[in-house]
C-alpha cells in the first residue's frame, strides 16, 4: 500500500510539475518536438529511475542490483508499454517520422552496448562510469544539432496543403487557458485540461483589450483567429492567486473523481504548498519555472529513497530477491511518470514525441541513471560497484531482443502505431513479466 502511493505521489509530481518545468525551459531554448521528446521530456519523466539509481548505490552503501535492475525492467516497459499505450490511447493511427526514431535507435543501441561493457564483468569502476557520463554528454551535444545533421543527411518531405492546415490546429480541448502574449499563444492546463505542445502563432490584429476591475485584460471578442478560428479567452496579466489553490479546495463532479481527489489529497495539497506550479500565470516566467523545478527534483529524490526502502522490505517478505523486484515492480512504478507525459503528448497527435520520449528515456536512465550514481558510488566509497549478474544480463538480453521486435513491427506497419500492433506489444510485455516472476521462483 506504502508502495503504491508513492508510485501515485511520484506520478504526480513529475507529470505536474517537473515535466512542466522543463517543458517550459525547452520552449524557452526553441527545441524541435522530437528533441524535446528525446531530451528534456526523458530526462523528467525518467527522473524517479535517477533518484532510485542514487538512493541504491551513493545513499546508502552498494550491495544489490536494484538500481540496474530498475534501469532495465523500465527500459522494457518504456518501449513495449509506452508505445503500445501511446498507439491505443491516441484515438489515432499515429504516423511516426522515420529519421528521428533511426536516431533514437542508434544512440539506444550504443547505450545497451555501454551498458552490457560496463557489467560485464560483474564491477563497474570508474572507468566505466565515466565513459557512460561522457556517452550521455555526446548524446546531448549531438542533440544540439540533430536538426542540420537530418537536413543535410536526409531532408523531410515538403508537407502538403492538408498537413499544412492539421500542424495550424490548435490543440484546444476544455479547461485549456490560452494566454495572449506578443502574439504567441501560451497554453496552460488545468485540473481537468490537456496540454498541448505546439505553440502556434495567434494574430491578436485589431483586438481591443479592456481592463476589468480586477485588473485583467479581457478581448472584447471570444474569437482568435489562427487561419482557423477557435472559441477561447484571451487574456494578458495574472490570475487572483486565490483560484491557485482551487485544486485542493474544490472537488470535482462525479464519484470516481471525488474519490480520486479524497486519495490523492494529501500528496497534492503538500505539493501545491511546497512547489511553485510554473503552468499557472503567477509562476509561469523564468524564475517561477526554475522554482518549479528545483523544488520537484527534491520531492522525487525523497520519494524515490523511500521506493528503494519499502521496495527492499517488501522483497524481503515476499522472498522476492531485489533484482527481479528491480525488474518488475519497482520498474513500472518509477515508469509511470514516463507512460504519463507519452500519453498526453500522443493524444495531441504528437507521435513522434511520444516515442521519443521512451527511447529518449532510455538512453537517460542507462547514460546517466546508471552512470552519474555509478560514478558517484566509486568517487564516495573509493571502491568499484558490485552488479549481480545471472538476472541482469538475462534481462538485458531480452531488452535487445525487445528492441528488434518493436523495430521489425514498425517496419512492416509502415511507421504507423496501428491497435494490432499495440496489442502484440501489450502481449509481449505480460510474457516478458510472466517469465521474470517464474524465472525469479526458480533462482
Known sequence: MAMGYIF?????????????????????????????????????????????????????????SLGVGTIVGSGIFNILIIISLSGLLAGQVLKLDWRPLLRDLIWYTWA?????????????????????????????????????VIDSCCKRPEMDEEQGKEREKLALTSGVK??????????????????????????EQDKNLQQSKDGMFEAQEDLVSTNQPVN???????????????????????????LWFVFTWPIVALARITIPDCRDP???????????????IVWIGVLSHYTVIFGTMFGCAAGIPPALMGLT?????????????????????????????????NVFDILFGLGLPFLLSNLVYNESVIVSGDDVDLALGILFAVLLFVVLVLVLSHWRLYPLACVFLLILYAIYITFSYLHGLET
Request: charge should be negative; proline fraction near 5%; include cysteine.
Open 232 to 258: 477561447v479567452e484571451a487574456r494578458i496579466g495574472e490570475e487572483p492567486l486565490a483560484k491557485y489553490f482551487d485544486q485542493v479546495l474544490v472537488p470535482p463532479a462525479g464519484i470516481l473523481p471525488k
Open 329 to 361: 515492480i519497482i520498474a513500472v512504478g518509477t515508469s509511470i511518470p514516463d507512460a504519463l507525459s507519452s500519453i498526453l503528448v500522443a493524444r495531441s497527435g504528437h507521435g513522434d514525441m511520444a516515442v521519443s520520449n521512451a527511447f529518449g528515456s
Open 112 to 148: 545497451m552496448s555501454v551498458l552490457v561493457f560496463a557489467v560485464w564483468d560483474g564491477n563497474v569502476d570508474i572507468f566505466d562510469s565515466v565513459i557512460m557520463v561522457c556517452s550521455y554528454a555526446s548524446y546531448i551535444g549531438y542533440m544540439a544539432i540533430n536538426e542540420r
Open 8 to 64: 501515485v505521489s511520484l506520478a504526480i509530481i513529475c507529470d505536474d510539475y517537473f515535466v512542466s518545468a522543463l517543458e517550459k525551459i525547452s520552449h524557452q531554448l526553441g527545441l524541435p518536438s522530437n528533441v524535446t521528446g528525446a531530451t528534456f521530456m526523458a530526462a523528467g519523466s525518467s527522473a524517479p529511475e535517477l533518484f532510485v539509481s542514487l538512493a541504491d548505490n551513493v545513499f546508502q552503501k552498494p550491495a544489490e
Open 282 to 296: 503567477v509562476f509561469s516566467g523564468p524564475l517561477g519555472f526554475s522554482a518549479t523545478f528545483l523544488a520537484s
Open 178 to 203: 490560452v494566454i495572449v502574449t506578443n502574439g504567441d499563444v501560451q497554453k496552460s492546463m488545468d485540473k481537468e485540461g490537456h496540454l498541448g505542445s505546439q505553440h502556434d502563432f495567434v494574430n
